[in-house]
C-alpha cells in the first residue's frame, strides 16, 4: 500500500518562502520508470488544480503557468520523498496542497485523473 504523507505547509506572509515534502513509502518509486510525482492545490470553493510534476526517470518537469519561476519541485530517489520550494508567496497561493503519484504510464500530468495515490494535504496560507 502506497502512502503519501506531505509536511511543510503553514502560515507566511506575501513574498516568503516555504518548502513542501511528500514523503513517499510503500514503493520505491525509482523503481518504475513511469513514475511521477506531482503538486495540486484546491482553495476554498474552487477545483483542485495542478500546480508541478516531475517525472522520476529523468527529472523532467511541469509547472502551472500561475507558478512557473517563483515554484521548483524536486525529487531525492535515497529518500523517496518529492519537494515543492515555493518562493515569492502571493495570497492568491493559499490552499491546501495535495501531493500525488502513479508509478505506471498514464498520457498527461495536468489532470488528477493521471494520478493513482493522494497524499492527505497540507494547509498553505499566505497573508498579505
Known amino acids: 500500500q502506497v502512502q503519501l504523507v506531505e509536511s511543510g505547509g503553514g502560515l507566511v506572509q506575501a513574498g516568503d518562502s516555504l518548502r513542501l515534502s511528500c514523503a513517499a513509502s510503500?514503493?520505491?518509486?525509482?523503481?518504475?520508470?513511469?513514475?511521477?510525482m506531482a503538486w495540486f492545490r484546491q482553495a476554498p470553493g474552487k477545483e483542485r488544480e495542478f500546480v508541478a510534476s516531475?517525472?522520476?526517470?529523468?527529472?523532467?518537469?511541469y509547472y502551472a503557468d500561475s507558478v512557473k519561476g517563483r515554484f521548483t519541485i524536486s525529487r531525492d530517489n535515497a529518500k523517496n520523498t518529492a519537494y515543492l520550494q515555493m518562493n515569492s508567496l502571493k495570497p492568491d497561493d493559499t490552499a491546501v496542497y495535495y501531493c500525488?503519484?502513479?508509478?505506471?504510464?498514464?498520457?498527461?500530468?495536468?489532470?488528477?485523473?493521471?494520478?493513482?495515490?493522494w497524499g492527505q494535504g497540507t494547509q498553505v496560507t499566505v497573508s498579505s
Open positions: 500525488a503519484a502513479r508509478t505506471s504510464w498514464s498520457p498527461g500530468y495536468y489532470s488528477t485523473a493521471h494520478y493513482t495515490y
Open positions: 510503500g514503493r520505491t518509486f525509482s523503481s518504475f520508470s513511469n513514475s511521477v
Open positions: 516531475i517525472t522520476w526517470s529523468g527529472g523532467v518537469t
